[in-house]
């Protein structure tokens, strides 16, 4: 089975901090991803990364930034954290496959940061 | 622009009973992927079932069925005999396969499962 862990369960940082948010997975997976998740407006893609040292913008980037220096973990970064930003992070992963006429691509999740900015 | 809607913000069933959860979208696209992912209190959230938009038959995993209508673009997701561990958050979640990456979820619909 994939696994995908992330750092921290819950996560409590004051306005202004610069925070980490860490995502490990262990099957290869060239993709991996960041959501917020929200409720009322389902999960939004903050960032994906499809290779090593590659990112792309989803579609609520503003005050975030990633890193992906190795294939099995990618870092969500809050440069300067703010109040709005308190949420639950999702982290995900996924292998595209090249199945007959298309592709698929499943995505494992892992179980979640809740954070809370004060 | 592709958007996936969820107008059942919660729903409950009883054990045993069956249940649908609706799901519509839109997209000009005409190859691509539809999925149901389950997010279970305090638990990670995974992959219920996924439909290829090319393929005409239903999928179909055990008690989880899904009805896809692609003139309508519709998805709705049936539970069969209800158990109580189908109580999560479910949502429908849309994947494009040509161009820029997309993958797009709705808000989800809150199921719980009386007993």
């Known amino acids: 089975d994939v696994k995908v862990t992330q750092s921290s369960r819950y996560l409590v940082k004051r306005t202004g901090e610069k925070v980490f948010l860490e995502c490990v997975q262990d099957?290869?997976?060239?993709?991996m991803f960041w959501y917020r998740q929200d409720p009322g407006l389902g999960l939004r893609l903050i960032y994906f990364?499809?290779?090593?040292?590659?990112?792309e913008k989803g579609d609520i980037p503003e005050g975030y930034s990633v890193s992906r220096e190795k294939k099995e973990r990618f870092s969500l970064i809050l440069e300067s954290a703010s109040t709005n930003q308190t949420s639950m992070y999702l982290c995900?992963?996924?292998?595209?496959?090249?199945?007959?006429?298309?592709?698929?691509?499943?995505?494992?999740f892992g179980p979640g940061t809740r954070l809370t900015v004060l | 622009a592709q958007t996936v809607t969820q107008s059942q913000p919660e729903m409950s069933v009883q054990e045993a009973e069956t249940v649908t959860l609706s799901c519509t979208y839109d997209?000009?696209?005409?190859?691509?992927?539809l999925f149901w992912y389950k997010q279970p209190p305090s638990r990670q959230m995974i992959l219920v079932i996924r439909?290829?938009?090319?393929?005409?038959q239903n999928a179909t995993e055990n008690r989880f069925s899904v009805n896809f209508q692609k003139a309508a673009k519709s998805f709705s997701l049936k539970i069969s005999d209800s158990q109580l561990g189908d109580t999560a958050m479910y949502f429908c979640?849309?994947?494009?396969?040509?161009?820029?990456?997309?993958?797009?979820f709705g808000t989800g619909t809150r199921l719980k499962v009386l007993a």
């Open positions: 439909q290829e938009a090319y393929k005409q």
């Open positions: 997209t000009s696209e005409n190859n691509y992927y």
């Open positions: 099957m290869d997976h060239e993709n």
């Open positions: 979640a849309f994947m494009k396969l040509s161009g820029t990456y997309k993958y797009i």
């Open positions: 990364s499809y290779d090593v040292k590659m990112k």
């Open positions: 995900a992963s996924s292998l595209v496959v090249g199945l007959a006429g298309g592709f698929t691509d499943t995505q494992y």
